[in-house]
């Protein structure tokens, strides 16, 4: 059984150092090179929807790119540039050439007061306008004069592009797995979920047998998801649920937001492999405000159970879209422990099952040769956990409850429970009920 390991750790970061820098937007040529990227570690398939299609009440937007934009001070100085941070331009940001006084200037440039050495994020995808970002020190340090403003960038007809990886399962039944590219830089709250959800679907690959089918989906936020669901019916129909990969990698907090459906597998996998994590954490209700991805897949005439397991949530750290989410703001250990929950948690749905016993009362275990004498039953002495998860399953395994539900009720880790399943079916003493769960 594979498992998260530090070679994991490396090649998220890795992956994390190579996207970071590139020029990412909803649709345009910096999201197509982000796949690109990723593609040469996972061989992802991209399907691609052109600018100006329909997705429900949405419409795909245009590509949009920067080829270079900079204020000039009064003294011919550039004061800000494009070349140095790329959060200087709004997200689909007009074009504009101009001369400003020193006020309308500020009435178009955004700041961070919290964070004043740092640069904010700011778009305007659904309303042409100009704006620029820089940090609120900059601002104040600006003189009295004219400033030239000079910003090319070009919103031209394209396609939005979403990166896919199947690993098909013994059941058709899908569980989906999201995360989102949508715009520069952003560590954390951008690429943290992705390079994870590319380094989890590495380990999935290999196992020698999967339950369900997983797939791994890379889009821009939001209206990512909503053209997944539009072009894709059939498809929805065989999805169970999943999770939505982001904010992995800061080192606050571990979190755990509910799906939609509170108390669906899903949460309960994610809060089992929390409570057996060895570190605190905090459970969040399900919202579509201040949400992520997971309140368009959650959405009426979908309700897909979309859980998520992050650390500090999106918003609630100082650095949340500002140049300060930088690759130093992540930290190995935050996105390995991120993994290692998120596996767990997907092994505990992989092994979940009703099993009904074929005894009445408990079953001599030793007449049929499965008694865990070796893990210190059997002798009066105090057996280990994984001993008890014997009598737990022999006990509470009534043709009803899964295991993940015996699990919950002993305290007990799902994967203690792989042995003795094994030996109750090996010698006919449980049987299974269900083939999904």
């Known amino acids: 059984m594979p498992k998260p390991t530090q070679a994991n750790a490396a090649s998220m970061r890795a992956l994390l150092e190579r996207l970071f820098p590139l020029h990412r937007a909803l649709v345009g040529p910096g999201a197509q090179q982000t796949l690109e990227a990723i593609r040469e570690t996972l061989p992802?398939?991209?399907?691609?929807?052109?600018?100006?299609?329909?997705?429900?009440?949405?419409?795909?937007?245009?590509?949009?790119?920067?080829?270079?934009?900079?204020?000039?001070?009064?003294?011919?100085?550039?004061?800000?540039?494009?070349?140095?941070?790329?959060?200087?331009?709004?997200?689909?940001?007009?074009?504009?050439s101009g001369t400003l006084s020193l006020d309308e200037l500020k009435a178009k440039v955004r700041t961070e007061p919290a964070l004043p050495d740092a640069v904010p994020w700011r778009f305007s995808y659904y309303r042409e306008d100009w704006g620029l970002c820089a940090s609120q020190n900059l601002m104040d340090s600006l003189e009295e004069g004219d400033y030239r403003v000079h910003?090319?960038?070009?919103?031209?007809?394209?396609?939005?592009?979403?990166?896919?990886?199947?690993?098909?399962?013994?059941?058709?039944?899908?569980?989906?797995?999201?995360?989102?590219?949508?715009?520069?830089?952003?560590?954390?709250?951008?690429?943290?979920?992705?390079?994870?959800?590319?380094?989890?679907f590495k380990l999935l690959r290999q196992l020698p047998r999967r339950r369900y089918s997983y797939r791994l989906a890379i889009w821009p936020e939001g209206i990512g998801s909503i053209a997944y669901l539009a072009n894709n019916p059939e498809r929805i129909k065989r999805t169970l649920g999943g999770y939505v990969l982001t904010c992995c990698g800061d080192p606050g907090t571990l979190h755990y937001k509910h799906s939609i459906e509170e108390g669906s597998l899903f949460?309960?996998?994610?809060?089992?492999?929390?409570?057996?994590?060895?570190?605190?954490?905090?459970?969040?209700?399900?919202?579509?405000?201040?949400?992520?991805?997971?309140?368009?897949?959650?959405?009426?005439?979908?309700?897909?159970?979309?859980?998520?397991?992050?650390?500090?949530?999106?918003?609630?750290?100082?650095?949340?879209?500002?140049?300060?989410?930088?690759?130093?703001?992540?930290?190995?250990?935050?996105?390995?422990?991120?993994?290692?929950?998120?596996?767990?948690?997907?092994?505990?749905?992989?092994?979940?099952?009703?099993?009904?016993?074929?005894?009445?009362?408990?079953?001599?275990?030793s007449g049929h040769g499965v008694y865990p004498y070796d893990l210190g039953a059997g002798d009066g002495s105090l057996m280990v956990m994984a001993a008890d998860a014997y009598y737990h399953l022999m006990g509470f395994a009534d043709g009803q409850v899964d295991l993940l539900s015996i699990a919950e009720r002993t305290e007990t880790p799902m994967e203690l429970f792989a042995r003795p399943v094994e030996a109750f079916l090996r010698v006919g003493l449980l049987r299974e009920t269900e083939e999904d769960g």
């Open 151 to 200: 910003i090319d960038t070009e919103l031209s007809p394209d396609a939005l592009r979403i990166g896919e990886y199947f690993l098909p399962g013994e059941s058709d039944r899908e569980i989906l797995i999201t995360c989102y590219i949508c715009h520069p830089l952003g560590a954390n709250d951008n690429l943290s979920g992705t390079v994870l959800g590319v380094e989890l």
């Open 44 to 96: 992802i398939e991209v399907s691609e929807y052109p600018s100006g299609g329909k997705a429900f009440d949405w419409t795909i937007p245009k590509g949009f790119s920067v080829n270079e934009a900079w204020v000039e001070g009064p003294d011919g100085r550039r004061v800000i540039d494009y070349a140095d941070c790329l959060y200087h331009v709004w997200n689909y940001s007009q074009p504009f």
């Open 267 to 365: 949460d309960r996998a994610a809060l089992h492999a929390l409570e057996h994590c060895g570190q605190p954490y905090e459970i969040m209700p399900f919202a579509f405000h201040r949400g992520s991805d997971e309140a368009y897949l959650s959405g009426p005439g979908f309700k897909l159970p979309m859980g998520s397991i992050m650390h500090t949530p999106y918003g609630q750290f100082p650095e949340y879209h500002t140049s300060a989410d930088d690759l130093d703001f992540v930290t190995d250990e935050a996105l390995l422990g991120t993994l290692q929950v998120y596996w767990n948690a997907l092994m505990a749905i992989e092994a979940n099952r009703v099993y009904a016993p074929t005894y009445q009362t408990l079953p001599f275990l």
